[in-house]
């Protein structure tokens, strides 16, 4: 007899108005497992992404470029320093488009509906978004507050430029950070997790080995910087698992991100090196703070997920299945 569990928590979204287009009964990082692991095909999968990672910024960022050309500017893209308004828009809106990339991908390569990316339930579920904002939000911003980095020399940045990073970084580093999680804990957590037979292996692997290859892509060299990495980037893949979705990944990524802008434009940081520099020698001990408060995140959604909460499976009148928590 099957019995039906209401979620209860907090976090909880409202049911999907139709059926999900991946089999029931299936956890996030699964949707894409079969009876062959297609691992060729998996590579294949991650390196169309990377290659996106590559070609978005660049072709946009030269386009871009030409215009800050004109003004007399020449952008990092071009070998110069000037790290301009529009080069930081180009490069938050190019970040972005791995979102319709990774869901182009998944549909190419494996025939899955680039929507089931969004979450279990096929859909982004706004609510869900809305009210983990709300209930975790305030205590990640004081921690990347308190673990933020040490104000760096002055910029001469121009009141226009100031306006005008701070639009665009409002408007598009929320787009950045979402095209982020859903190439790396969206796609590539996936496929991944699709490579063994076990569940509870594929789950492992997703998880450690989707961190370790973002926190390489960033290249820092400082120890607590790898570490914090390492650390948030697993904690989101976590979390993805455990509420069947992006939407609570998505937030505290562009929450971060968003807040690390707008303290360098607050301390008028030249924000290509104030935000990019990631050598040895940069991190503090201060990094602990945000480090610590993911865990303890990660941990609250994992115990308020134990019996309910946000589907973590296509079936929202069942159980979610037992995977060892």
């Known amino acids: 007899m099957t019995t039906t569990v209401k979620p209860n928590w907090p976090l909880t979204p409202s049911e999907p108005r139709n059926g999900p287009p991946v089999p029931a009964a299936v956890e996030y990082h699964r949707v894409l497992a ?29 386009a871009t470029a030409l ?26 809106i190019s970040l972005g488009l791995l979102v319709p990339w990774s869901m182009l ?15 279990v339930t096929s859909r982004f579920r706004f609510d869900l978004l809305g009210k983990s904002l709300l209930v975790l939000g305030p205590a990640w911003l004081v921690a990347n507050a308190l673990g933020g980095p040490t104000p760096g020399d002055e910029f001469p940045w121009s009141h226009t430029d100031l306006i005008a990073l701070f639009i665009t970084t409002m408007l598009f ?17 996936r496929v991944i997790g699709s490579w063994t037979r076990d569940p509870r292996a594929g789950l492992i692997a997703g998880v450690l080995v989707s961190s370790a290859l973002f926190t390489a892509v960033h290249g820092a060299t400082d120890p607590y910087i790898v570490v914090w990495y390492f650390v948030l980037w697993t904690a989101l893949a976590v979390i993805t698992w455990r509420t069947g979705g992006l939407e609570i990944a998505v937030m505290l990524h562009a929450v971060l991100n968003t807040f690390t802008f707008i303290l360098a434009i607050t301390l008028r ?11 040895a020698g940069v991190g503090t001990p201060y990094l602990l703070i945000p480090t610590i408060t993911v865990i303890v995140i990660t941990t609250a959604v994992w115990w308020c997920t134990r019996k309910s909460g946000p589907a973590r499976t296509t079936s929202l009148s069942q159980t979610p299945p037992h995977t060892g928590a």
């Open 34 to 62: 079969a009876d062959e692991r297609r691992i060729g095909r998996g590579i294949l999968a991650i390196a169309l992404l990377l290659a996106g990672l590559v070609i978005f910024p660049t072709a946009i960022g030269r």
């Open 67 to 92: 215009i800050d050309v004109q003004q007399g500017k020449t952008p990092p893209i071009l070998g110069g320093t000037d790290y301009t308004p529009l080069s930081h828009a180009s490069s938050m």
């Open 105 to 119: 991908i998944q549909r190419w390569l494996y025939g899955v509906p680039g929507a089931s990316l969004h979450s």
């Open 173 to 189: 580093t929320p787009l950045q950070s979402a095209g982020e999680e859903y190439g790396v804990r969206g796609l590539i957590f």
């Open 269 to 279: 940081e030249d924000l290509g090196s104030a935000t990019q520099d990631r050598s």
